[in-house]
């Protein structure tokens, strides 16, 4: 009998993992691929504070680059800097920081089996029961890290996230990209009106290159942009994945079933940037370790409103996203332009934080 089975070796799950480890509980993980971190498709911009929160280092064997600002090109190309004056940012190889994320969870004491798809999870009676290729597992509790299909979750809730809020992104790396390492590149573009494209650089030459579209022909769109803003750059590698803007799950209501999601799963990402690894981690932290207090027979009540208050921040962030993606481009450049205005660079620097976006922009304090 296992006391908790994590399903899906990505951050969030990983993170759970090594928490509940840590708090005494056997964890096994399951991972479908056969080498964690791979396939790599984010674009692994992370923020310092997110990565310390989280118990990494900025310093870690996965840093490809470190940024302070991003500049932002307007719909009617006129480029706003947002520069903190200070490091904000870590570029990594998602693929590396996987990796050592899953060695702290085994570190921790957590089991790690790769290569084995789980298909099923069915409760009976007190348990649940684990179909993971040939073999069944026994688990107590359940936490699903699945990722952006969450098919078990579905199939064991019969709901989710909210479907149109997963967007289709491509992904580059390229070389040439002729810009300044230090900082992001944004590109609000309006034939890519539910998203918007972007340049993260690893180096001074080399870039992760993405553009999101519910267009059935985004690969002509990416041609576009390319040929408008890299006409000189030459692709390496290409892959694609969704993003997610919708609304979280409140996966702290779930945790009486047993069976609680986290990450992608859960929509526990950014609805503005589409980044989860932080918040994501977050989260799944904390559900991770009220699961193992429970086990225990102590009181989980403190953890899950920690972990409640990230999902609320998750809820406001998404609102914002609603409402700057129903200004027209006008008003979008207008709002742009303030943010990026000495004083709006001012109170950023000193009171912005990358994850807790509406709690910045509020002054108050997470």
């Known amino acids: ?126 348990e649940f029961l684990i179909t993971a290729s040939d073999e069944i597992y026994q688990s107590s509790w359940v936490i699903d ?36 390492k230090r900082f992001v590149y944004i590109y609000l573009k309006n034939y890519l009106p539910d998203f918007f494209a972007y340049l993260i650089p690893i180096d001074g030459n080399l870039g992760k290159l993405g553009v999101a579209s519910r267009s059935p022909n985004l690969r002509k769109l990416l041609r576009r942009f390319l040929v408008e803003e890299f006409p000189d750059a030459r692709c390496l590698s290409a892959s694609s994945h969704v993003i997610y803007k919708g609304s979280p799950l409140d996966s702290t209501m779930l945790f009486p079933l047993r069976f609680v999601p986290v990450g992608d799963a859960a929509g526990h990402v950014k609805a503005t940037t589409g980044g989860g690894v932080i918040m994501g981690g977050l989260i799944a932290a904390r559900i991770a370790s009220a699961i193992a207090a429970s086990l225990r027979g102590s009181s989980s009540e403190k953890l899950l409103a920690e972990a409640r208050r990230v999902v609320e921040e998750l809820w406001r962030i998404a609102f914002l996203r609603r409402l700057i993606g129903g200004m027209s481009s006008p008003l979008l450049d207008l709002l742009t332009a303030i943010a990026t205005s000495r ?17 910045s922009i509020l002054g108050s304090r997470f």
């Open 145 to 180: 890290a699945e990722g952006a299909g969450a098919t078990l979750l579905r199939r064991f809730l019969g709901a989710g996230t909210e479907p149109r809020g997963w967007i289709p992104i491509i992904q580059l790396i390229v070389e040439n990209h002729g810009l300044d």
């Open 343 to 359: 004083m709006g660079s001012l109170y950023l620097s000193k009171r912005g934080d990358m994850d807790f976006q509406a709690s």
């Open 1 to 126: 009998m296992i006391e908790i089975a994590v399903i899906g070796g990505g951050p969030a799950g990983l993170i759970a993992a090594r928490e509940a480890a840590r708090a005494g509980a056997e964890v096994v993980v399951f991972e479908e691929h056969r080498e964690i971190g791979e396939p790599e498709r984010c674009a692994g911009l992370l923020s310092i504070s997110g990565l310390e929160r989280l118990g990494f280092s900025a310093n870690g064997r996965y840093l490809q680059n470190i940024v302070r600002g991003a500049m932002i090109k307007s719909s009617g190309g006129r480029w706003r800097v947002l520069d903190a004056g200070k490091p904000v940012a870590a570029v990594v190889s998602r693929s590396i920081f996987d990796k050592e994320a899953a060695r702290q969870a085994e570190h921790a004491g957590a089991e790690i089996i790769c290569g084995v798809r789980v298909k099923a999870v069915k409760r009976c009676g007190g």
